[in-house]
């Protein structure tokens, strides 16, 4: 009897049984956890990629006052382009998105002077998500936040070919009044076509040779260096009239120099002449980080500022001869044609064609010397230069003609005017209809955000009212070949 009561007394079968039914329901607890933590990270994580979204979009699209308005379009909210059936109701926090000017990036040289006076985009989604199991302890939902900031085109460069096209007649050497420019160039009276080219020499420090991580963009060849990342040509008009004349008149000084350019430069009846000064290139700076190249780069010797008669054999760049009526349709299809020419894996990447000028065309028919006089209405690059009518009207149809080319990608060519003391008046003499300098420059940008203009003569860019100084123009133009930049929601 005694040895039963101690066997019974030892039986531990009832206590598994308890153990098991307490661990089921701590284990059941567990996973109803899970499920439920696991839905609303599901749902924290598609919040957050539409808040990415919409700050990226809003970013990119910036300086532009739109800017706002792309940012909710490509937000989670309902009816947009990241709305998620499996995430309803998620809405704008109060006062987002907004336009923020971010001080870290202003030092890094992106700055706020624009319509938006920002350059980042700051987007708060928010969203209240239902609980499956969690409501047995009291709660029945969460309310997610999602916050994000993108800086506008001021990170990793997108590789690109860039044919810049500078006016270089006679009314290029009247002298501008921008203070900026003055400064800059240490020139007293610097003429438009100083200001010109010191605007164009902003434009190479923002552009990239190749890759940022390397220390040195290695051996050039033909200008260029190895995988180069964006390459820049130089075209200018009037042209020339041979290709011997290219790029040594334009990269050297001496004395009778500007007698020599005006009896060089192509003149109205001349064909075919040749604008293209330097071809793409890519030696402009030793490295990603480093100052320009002027002790060998062709490119950036011909935009040096030094200008006129009194030069010496160091100082070079593009000089403004006179003499010689303006024309500009021909030298616009020459940047298309060069764009066009480039080979694998260049034909892939973001062609884009910058010209600056006042607008005005007003070269003169010679017809006794093999000039064409006939309208320029269907005018294309294949065609022969053609002088005396409707050449402003040219220069939009070739311009629009370049817009329209595609590359081996796909890319439509990105087509920029800067209208320098453009006229509003009717001041193109040979169109029928009339037109004026300031309409002609707002047709040859591919769409109104590539249109820029210095104000100086009445004619206003509404997309980019204030940025008026030709180097916030050439500053602003090259943040277009950046993407966005992610920054940290406490940076601003």
């Known amino acids: 009897m005694k040895s039963r009561v101690r066997r019974a007394a030892r ?10 039914a307490v661990s089921m329901v ?30 990226a979009a809003g970013a990119l699209e910036l300086p532009n006052t739109d800017a706002l308005t792309v940012a909710t379009n490509y937000s989670a909210v309902a009816g947009n382009r990241n709305a998620n059936g499996d995430l309803p109701g998620v809405t704008m926090a109060s006062g987002y998105p907004q336009a923020k000017c971010v001080n870290y990036m202003v030092n890094l040289g992106l700055t706020c002077d624009n319509p938006m006076n920002a350059n980042a985009v700051a987007v708060v989604e928010q969203v209240t998500v239902p609980t499956f199991f969690a409501r047995v302890i009291g709660v029945g939902s969460m309310t997610l936040r999602a916050y994000s900031l993108s800086a506008m085109k001021g990170g990793t460069p ?22 900026n420019c003055k400064s800059a160039t240490g020139i007293r009276n610097p003429t438009k076509l100083d200001c010109a080219k010191w605007g164009m020499r902003i434009l190479l420090q923002n552009f990239s040779p190749c890759a940022a991580n390397l220390t040195s963009c290695g051996n050039v060849t033909n200008g260029n260096v190895q995988n180069p990342v964006d390459t820049v040509g130089l075209l200018t008009f009037p042209g020339m009239t041979a290709t011997s004349e290219l790029p ?10 500007q007698s020599s350019y005006v009896a060089k430069y192509a003149p109205p009846n001349s064909f075919p002449p040749y604008f293209t000064v330097v071809p793409p290139s890519s030696d402009y700076k030793a490295s990603d980080s480093g100052s320009l190249n002027g002790a060998s780069s062709d490119l950036v010797k011909s935009v040096d500022w ?19 009526g303006t024309y500009y349709a021909g030298v616009i299809a020459q940047a298309q044609t060069d764009l066009s020419a480039l080979g694998a894996p260049r034909n892939t990447m973001q062609n884009a064609i910058i010209l600056l000028s006042d607008g005005d065309a007003n070269a003169t028919c010679n017809a006794g010397k093999g000039a064409t006089c006939s309208s320029n209405s269907n ?11 409707n050449e402003c009207h040219a220069a939009i149809t070739a311009a629009g003609f370049a817009a329209s080319t595609q590359n081996a990608a796909g890319l439509n060519t990105w087509v920029y005017s800067i209208a320098f003391g453009a006229p509003t008046s009717n001041s193109c003499s040979t ?62």
């Open 248 to 257: 040594s008149d334009y990269l050297s000084c001496g004395s009778g120099m």
């Open 26 to 55: 701590a284990l059941m607890g567990v996973v109803a956890l899970a499920i439920d933590f696991g839905s609303i990270y599901h749902s924290y994580s598609e919040l957050q990629a539409s808040a990415n979204a919409a700050a």
């Open 431 to 492: 169109d029928s209809p009339s037109i004026s300098g300031c309409t002609t420059m707002s047709d040859i940008a591919s769409d109104p955000t590539k249109f820029y203009s210095d104000q100086s003569a009445g004619c206003v860019s509404p997309d980019h009212s204030g940025i008026t100084s030709l180097g916030q123009i050439f500053q602003t133009i090259s943040y277009d070949f950046l993407t966005t930049r992610t920054l940290p929601f406490s940076t601003q």
């Open 306 to 324: 030094q200008n006129g008669n009194n030069c010496t054999a160091s100082q070079y760049g593009i000089q403004d001869p006179g003499g010689v």
């Open 158 to 179: 997108a590789p690109a070919n860039i044919m810049v096209i500078l006016d270089s007649t006679a009314s290029m050497a009247q002298s501008d009044s921008d203070p």
């Open 379 to 389: 005018f294309s690059s294949t065609t022969p230069a053609s002088y005396g009518q």
């Open 11 to 20: 039986g531990e079968q009832g206590q598994v049984l308890v153990m098991l």
